[in-house]
């Protein structure tokens, strides 16, 4: 097994990024550092290597255990890094998560799942002739007569 990989691959292998061009791209705009300095793709990774990643909100930080040889299935990362994050990135970061699932004001997107399916009983218990209001349908052909 080998004792160093480059990082860009590291981090695709991993699962940090999914694919290893997001995982450069992030590496070129400074979004990971190790020991507090920015680092370039090409940078080894050996095991005892602590990275810190930028997301928003916080700073998260990993400790390599091992070094893979190919991307890996999600059950098998645990055992090639370990989550070191500071308890008060943590928080901050527990923080965002909690004010972005509560800015999406109400009606606006997607559904939720609730929501989907607060529409789809809505509808369900709807005779079919109310249906035809919300959604226009109108069967009256009588109004447009054909000539032959």
């Keep these: 097994m ?5 990082i860009d691959k590291f981090l695709w292998a991993v ?13 070129k705009r400074g979004k990971v550092t190790m020991g507090g300095t920015q680092v ?4 080894s990774v050996k095991i005892g290597d602590v990275i810190s990643i930028k997301v928003p909100g916080a700073t998260r930080s990993f400790e390599v255990l091992m070094i893979p040889r190919s991307r890996m299935g999600a059950k098998l990362v645990k055992d090639h890094i370990r989550e070191v994050t500071p308890k008060d990135q943590q928080d901050l970061l527990e923080m965002y998560h909690m004010q972005m699932s509560m800015q999406r ?5 997607r559904p939720t799942k609730k ?9 369900a218990d709807a005779p079919d002739d109310e249906l035809d209001i919300y959604f226009g349908d109108d069967d009256d052909d009588d109004d447009f007569e054909e000539n032959d």
């Design 2 to 6: 080998a004792d160093s990989i480059r």
């Design 115 to 123: 929501e989907r399916r607060d529409i789809d009983s809505f509808f």
């Design 40 to 43: 370039k793709s090409s940078r």
């Design 105 to 109: 004001q109400k009606g606006l997107g």
């Design 15 to 27: 699962r940090l990024y999914k694919t290893r061009s997001v995982a450069t791209d992030a590496l």
